[in-house]
């Protein structure tokens, strides 16, 4: 079982940046992919950006130019680097790990609020 533990969320003014921080205890499986998606009130839950243990990258069309996910993959760790926020940004932030491309992982949550 892997746990992922979510940290950086808050409110912030439109604007402004936020950096999520993702930490995933350790196993002999290989993380093939890391991911944030998120989930406003009444809406679906969608993703936002991913990475691969490559270091491939996708943005939601959403996102791109303002949003920067990246990985250590000696710590384990996906981070989510976000910039030029706007309120329809605000939402629930969840962390992904997927291993062995079928065991699929979620982090708890954290709040980002984006209002003036």
Known sequence: QVQLV???GGLVQPGGSLRLSC?????RFTNNYMAWYRQ???KQRELVA???NGGSTNYADSVK???TISRDNAEN?????????KPEDTAVYYCYAQYEW??????QGTQVT???
Request: charged share 15%.
């Open 6 to 8: 979510e940290s950086g």
């Open 23 to 27: 930490a995933a205890s350790r196993t």
């Open 40 to 42: 406003a009130p009444e």
């Open 50 to 52: 991913g990475i691969t």
């Open 65 to 67: 130019g303002r949003f």
């Open 77 to 85: 760790t996906v981070s989510l680097q976000m910039n030029s926020l």
């Open 102 to 107: 079928r065991y699929n992982y979620w982090g």
């Open 114 to 116: 984006v209002s003036s």
